[in-house]
């Protein structure tokens, strides 16, 4: 018995839930995609590699995300905020 991972035979993207079985059904490989975002089965290399249509649009996504600052970086600005606050009440 073997793991095979199946994908769509139009899309070639990976299909949810791996078979474990004797014989390999269709449409199937027993190449691993761990590790791999949202992979896409190539037939010709006998490997999962990402789609790339799809890698862009996430890459879109995050770029107009609202970057958080660093932790160290909003504890000073705290810290010299609070510094402010007590000098001034002197």
Not at 17 to 31: F, K, L, R
């Amino acid at each position: 018995m073997i793991w095979f991972f199946k994908y769509d035979p139009q899309t070639f993207e990976l299909l949810p839930g791996a078979i474990y079985a004797e014989e390999q059904p269709s449409n199937s490989t027993t190449v691993d995609p761990a590790g791999t975002p949202f992979p896409v089965f190539n037939v010709t290399k006998q490997a999962w590699e990402s789609d790339p249509v799809k890698l862009a649009e996430l890459e879109e996504r995050q770029k107009k995300q609202p970057q958080v600052q660093d932790v160290q970086k909003q504890i000073a600005d705290l810290y010299a905020r609070v510094l402010n606050q007590e000098l001034k009440g002197m």
